[in-house]
């Protein structure tokens, strides 16, 4: 081969060089940190609680399963902004929560287990325990599971000799200010169970729990009509999103 053959080679690797040298570097892409924010929320819940983290960041947590892949921020901030708390996200009626940008079944499902599963914990705790001596637990779980309805409902708490409860059951279904009660229906449904008292239970999905006078005329036919029959009824509840109220406590019966 002849030395100029060489230097032409030599010349060429030399300005192959210097092109690629001078050609501008590919931006590189930003890391994704979607996993480090993952881990230090999960490392501050492990380290202090619930109380660490404040309600967004909760629900961010609860949404991971939901989105494997995205960040879970903007939903949960989304979601409070229209709600107001935590209760009233994981309460809210499906069709309601899909309203919100990004919340589909998957994230429906997740918030509905986390209530499922704070009113089986709850009820759990009361069912063992007379409800007279653990009343604030029995007034925490009326609150959670009716609490943030937007419809009334009508519950009755059937309890035995010890005031343990044997049953709790929805009785009826209302409108936003009203539930059709039945004093008949409710005097035969204890009888069946062999309750010897009840606890009655609405809510007010205004959030205003102060009893109305047709709450306190209903409850008063009910006890008149419970009595011959060995059943008492220790109270009525009304539960609201701003708080309960027992007639009881109100001397309203």
């Known amino acids: 081969m002849s030395r100029s053959g060489g230097s032409r080679d030599k010349a060429s690797a030399e300005e192959q060089a210097a092109f690629f040298a001078a050609a501008p570097e590919k931006a590189k892409p930003e890391p994704d940190d979607r996993h480090g924010h993952r881990q230090r929320l999960r490392e501050r819940f492990q380290n202090g609680g619930a109380d660490a983290i404040p309600d967004y960041e909760l629900l961010e947590m609860i949404l991971f399963r939901a989105f494997p892949r995205i960040d879970t921020k903007p939903i949960a901030k989304r979601l409070l902004a229209k709600f107001g708390s935590f209760a009233d996200v994981v309460s809210a009626a499906p069709q309601r929560l899909k309203e919100v940008d990004g919340v589909g079944d998957r994230a429906v499902e997740e918030l509905k287990l986390i209530k499922a599963a704070a009113e089986r914990l709850t009820k759990g705790e009361i069912k063992s325990r007379s409800a007279l001596t653990s009343w604030s637990g029995v007034i925490d779980y009326l609150r959670l599971a009716q609490g943030f309805e937007t419809r009334e409902q009508f519950r009755i708490l059937f309890l035995d000799k010890k005031?343990?409860?044997?049953?709790?059951?929805?009785?009826?279904?209302?409108?936003?200010?009203?539930t059709p009660v039945y004093v008949r229906e409710v005097v035969k449904r204890a009888l069946e169970l062999s309750a010897t008292a009840i606890i009655l239970v609405h809510n007010h999905p205004s959030g205003?729990?102060?009893p109305s006078r047709a709450d306190i005329d209903m409850t008063k036919q009910i006890i008149d009509a419970s009595r011959p029959f060995g059943v008492t009824v220790h109270d009525h509840i009304i539960v609201g999103r701003n708080g309960h109220a027992s007639l009881k406590s109100l001397r309203l019966i």
């Open 163 to 178: 005031n343990q409860i044997i049953a709790d059951e929805v009785q009826g279904h209302g409108t936003v200010d009203h």
């Open 208 to 210: 205003d729990p102060t």
